[in-house]
Antibody
Framework: QVQLQESGPGLVKSSQTLSLTCTVS??????????WSWIRQPPGKGLEWIGF???????YYNPSLKSRVTVSIDTSKNQFSLKVNSVTAADTAVYYC???????????WGQGTLVTVSS | EIVLTQSPATLSLSPGERATLSCGAS???????LVWYQQKPGLAPRLLIY???TRASGIPDRFSGSGSGTDFTLTISRLEPEDFAVYYC?????????FGGGTKVEIK
């Protein structure tokens, strides 16, 4: 069974960098069958796609965040990661990692991790 | 960017009733590449429907999706107690992938 688990600090200071890692089990992220994605959800609000990465290392981002976001992959650890630079309170959200068949839908999700940006 | 507008924002119904949720797109969704998710409090979204009308694995047949172009519908034929949740649509016909604002189905 495919499982994804987010990890990283739950509190980040304003203007600093948010860093999260997603560890995948039950599937190999180097298999090439899927894209691996980050999605976020501000408290009480809707969902926002952040970006995808493929096993080759090719990444695709939401233009609204592209200038501040980097998604990377470590196939040796079966992990992929997210960095968001220059965070503000608007970046406070539950961050989810998810598997994306053909970069379209999100069929398996992590449980999500709340990241709060403090001033 | 395709903007998805879901209506109504809240739907108050009783168990056993039929729920009809709408998702409107600001421009035509290519190849009807539209998805529906269910989200319960404190949990990640769950994939229900993809390609506008194909149920994901393990999804009961009381959930059905329909529509094309700019107008899509999720129907729950008879609401079960576990169906009260928030439902989101998402399009993957063009980048960036975008989500609707959600419809909350609550117990009347």
């Amino acid at each position: 069974q495919v499982q994804l688990q987010e990890s990283g600090p739950g509190l980040v200071k304003s203007s600093q960098t948010l860093s999260l890692t997603c560890t995948v089990s039950g599937d190999s992220i180097s298999s090439g069958d899927y894209y691996w994605s980050w999605i976020r959800q501000p408290p009480g609000k809707g969902l926002e796609w952040i970006g995808f990465i493929y096993s080759s290392g090719n990444a695709y981002y939401n233009p609204s965040l592209k200038s501040r976001v980097t998604v990377s992959i470590d196939t040796s650890k079966n992990q992929f990661s997210l960095k968001v630079n220059s965070v503000t309170a608007a970046d406070t959200a539950v961050y989810y990692c998810a598997r994306a068949p053909a970069a379209r839908t999100f069929d398996y999700w992590g449980q999500g991790t709340l990241v709060t940006v403090s001033s | 960017e395709i903007v998805l507008t879901q209506s109504p924002a809240t739907l108050s119904l009783s168990p056993g009733e039929r729920a009809t949720l709408s998702c409107g797109a600001s421009q035509s969704v290519s190849s009807n590449y539209l998805v529906w998710y269910q989200q319960k409090p404190g949990l990640a979204p769950r994939l229900l429907i993809y390609d506008a009308s194909t149920r994901a694995s393990g999804i009961p047949d009381r959930f059905s999706g329909s529509g094309s172009g700019t107008d899509f519908t999720l129907t729950i034929s008879r609401l079960e107690p576990e169906d009260f949740a928030v439902y989101y649509c998402q399009q993957y016909g063009s980048s960036p992938l975008t989500f609707g604002g959600g419809t909350k189905v609550e117990i009347k």
